[in-house]
């Protein structure tokens, strides 16, 4: 085998000023039924936002596609018309092994994002009960806002990624195993550049947990979402 498979957003606030009148059963009532209330408009946000770097990572796949096009046909013919019915045979088999590794690695890399768009979306809700509390989250909410353009920004490229065709460039029959290795080398770079992204922005995920645990320990909040940090 050639390769191996290996691997801010504005938050509606409750904030009850010292000046306030109500009563402590009455903050408490309605920061009972805000809470919930915000956990709805958070979960629409983050549907919303899912949806819009999906429709970011089509656009990219759709032109670069289109782009490769041309280097794509030109592919496909040279491969058809080898006389050497072996080479032929392992150049087609290559290609689909190579269009197979990227798409494995590619799922890897997205279940990794899936879980920590997980921990993000529980540090929000957390942070959410922290300023209930009475906590100041501004910082907290900061690195949130830097933390989840990051991840959104590493999870278009792996979508965009995962529908990347590879071409290889075949000159004559002869180069045809090195065109390969070059093109495998391609595969590995682009994955290696990948999982460095992705390890940036779970030291990201780790750093905005930190801020919110400083804040949210000493009101008793639990800052708990830490499995897989």
Do not use: C, W
């Amino acid at each position: 085998n050639f390769v191996s498979a290996q691997e801010s957003s504005s938050s509606p606030t409750a904030t009850v000023t010292a000046q306030s009148t109500a009563s402590p059963e009455t903050e408490i009532m309605t920061t009972a039924v805000q809470t919930p209330i915000l956990s709805e408009q958070r979960k629409v946000e983050r549907v919303k936002r899912a949806n819009e770097v999906k429709e970011r990572a089509k656009a990219m796949v759709t032109e670069l596609k289109e782009a490769q096009k041309t280097k794509r046909l030109d592919m496909q013919e040279k491969i058809s018309a080898l006389k050497d019915t072996r080479k032929k045979t392992q150049a087609q088999k290559l290609t689909t092994q190579i269009a197979h590794v990227n798409d494995v690695l590619s799922k890897r890399q997205l279940t990794f994002i899936s879980s920590l768009e997980n921990i993000l979306d529980s540090i929000e809700d957390r942070t959410d009960k922290t300023e209930y509390a009475g906590g100041n989250v501004s910082t907290v909410r900061a690195q949130l806002v830097v933390t989840r353009a990051a991840l959104e920004a590493v999870k278009e490229k792996v979508l965009t990624q995962q529908e990347k065709e590879y071409v290889v460039d075949i000159t004559t029959e002869d180069a045809l195993g090195q065109a390969y290795r070059v093109t495998v080398h391609q595969l590995r770079d682009d994955h290696r550049a990948l999982r460095t992204e992705l390890k940036s922005v779970a030291q990201k995920v780790r750093a905005t947990y930190t801020l919110l645990k400083e804040v949210s320990q000493p009101l008793g909040v639990s800052a708990s979402p830490s499995a897989g940090l």
